[in-house]
């Protein structure tokens, strides 16, 4: 059966980008991959309409965690103070990386269903003591989408960097490239890029990657390696080839569609569809109206309905969704409207729900 995916990525693929991934065999040492290489480093920045004077963008292999981590523990100097971010589990996570690799970090911590307080961390920034605020846009526990442009103001204002998650909301939401304290942000080819799993990439500028951490915390996980080996036609380690083949198909597409604003649009429209049609059936949505990204919603199971029975319906009618985690996941659901869905796709879907909670 071929299920239409519904959950935070990966996402179903379109016809040409499921192609696209294996197209050809290419050797990643042969200047066929570099111009390749090359082409999808450049697409990724025109997506945001980068300058690439004071922009880069750098491949690696790996899940979004990958470059996540390969953001934090290169951009953070051994001298840096980090200011963490936390409303869910991804910006938990971030708090996880700095510890693991010995980074000096402070967290502000919210319970996962709040918005970020942005008093209190213009209160933790006006002590004067951090250099680098790291936080997640669209927090994928929830659903919600953090106010990333004003904590890029704040930032400015207290003269620190800001590093983003954007795993989940790269191609899909605005982000403010425009703030001279974004320094760089970290995402992924299989979410809202619609590319394939196995290739993420860190968006940096390039004033942040000069200023980056020597000695290396980490081999595989050394931004400035990928950096000057990309600049320089290379490659430091076997890159996901058919990773980078299917990005590039699916950039082309998302640029072919009307770029991120187009498909910003056209998530929204799919999401506002199924909550429509979820509030008929009285299934709340989490978070208040305006809160949550165009990426995923997140809903409160219903009385009498066990999560288990909302996907296990939805599943066998060829939908897969996504369980709430740790200890929101006895209260919500969660389904994304990203990946190629088609008109036809989101009618199913629509009479698949009707089904499953008419029974
Ligand atoms: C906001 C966010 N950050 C990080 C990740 C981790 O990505 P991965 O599972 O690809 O490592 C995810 C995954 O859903 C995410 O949504």
């Given at each position: 059966m071929r299920y239409i995916l519904l959950n935070p990525g990966p996402v179903s693929l379109s016809d040409g980008v499921r192609k696209a991934a294996v197209k050809a065999d290419l050797c990643h040492r042969e200047p066929e991959y570099f111009s390749l290489q090359?082409?999808?480093?450049?697409?990724?920045?025109?997506?945001?309409?980068?300058?690439?004077?004071?922009?880069?963008?750098?491949?690696?292999g790996g899940s979004g965690t990958t470059a996540l981590e390969a953001m934090l523990s290169?951009?953070?100097?051994?001298?840096?103070?980090?200011?963490?971010?936390?409303?869910?589990?991804?910006?938990?996570?971030?708090?996880?990386?700095?510890?693991?690799?010995?980074?000096?970090?402070?967290?502000?911590?919210?319970?996962?269903?709040?918005?970020?307080?942005?008093?209190?961390?213009?209160?933790?920034?006006?002590?004067?003591?951090?250099?680098?605020?790291?936080?997640?846009?669209?927090?994928?526990?929830?659903?919600?989408?953090?106010?990333?442009?004003?904590?890029?103001?704040l930032c400015e204002r207290h003269g620190v960097e800001l590093l983003l998650d954007a795993v989940s909301s790269f191609g899909a939401e605005g982000i403010p490239f425009e703030s001279p304290a974004l320094a760089a942000c970290a995402a992924t080819a299989n979410k809202c890029l619609h590319g394939i799993p196995g290739l993420c990439f860190v968006v940096s500028r390039k004033a942040a990657l000069e200023n980056s951490v020597e000695p290396p915390r980490s081999l595989y996980l050394h931004l400035p390696l990928w950096a000057d080996k990309q600049d320089q036609q290379g490659t430091p380690f076997t890159p996901s080839v058919n990773g980078v083949l299917a990005l590039e198909q699916a950039l082309e597409?998302?640029?072919?569609?009307?770029?991120?604003?187009?498909?910003?649009?056209?998530?929204?429209?799919?999401?506002?569809?199924?909550?429509?049609?979820?509030?008929?059936?009285?299934?709340?949505?989490?978070?208040?109206?305006?809160?949550?990204?165009?990426?995923?919603?997140?809903?409160?199971?219903?009385?009498?309905?066990?999560?288990?029975?909302?996907?296990?319906?939805?599943?066998?009618?060829g939908f897969v969704i996504y369980a709430g985690q740790g200890s929101l996941v006895a209260e919500m659901f969660r389904i994304s409207t990203m990946g190629d869905i088609s008109d036809y796709d989101m009618e199913r879907l629509l009479a698949a729900l009707h089904a499953v909670f008419s029974e």
């Open positions: 090359d082409r999808v480093r450049s697409g990724l920045l025109k997506v945001y309409g980068l300058d690439t004077g004071s922009w880069t963008s750098v491949l690696l290169s951009l953070l100097p051994r001298e840096a103070n980090l200011l963490v971010i936390e409303n869910g589990v991804y910006g938990e996570r971030i708090s996880r990386i700095a510890d693991i690799h010995g980074i000096s970090f402070e967290a502000v911590r919210h319970e996962w269903t709040d918005a970020v307080d942005l008093a209190r961390v213009e209160q933790a920034l006006s002590a004067g003591l951090f250099t680098h605020v790291a936080a997640v846009h669209h927090e994928t526990t929830s659903g919600r989408l953090n106010d990333v442009a004003a904590l890029a103001e597409e998302l640029s072919g569609q009307g770029g991120w604003q187009a498909r910003h649009a056209h998530y929204s429209q799919l999401a506002g569809k199924v909550k429509r049609a979820l509030a008929k059936k009285g299934v709340e949505p989490l978070l208040s109206p305006g809160e949550s990204s165009c990426v995923l919603n997140a809903y409160r199971l219903p009385a009498g309905k066990s999560y288990d029975e909302i996907h296990d319906g939805l599943k066998h009618r």
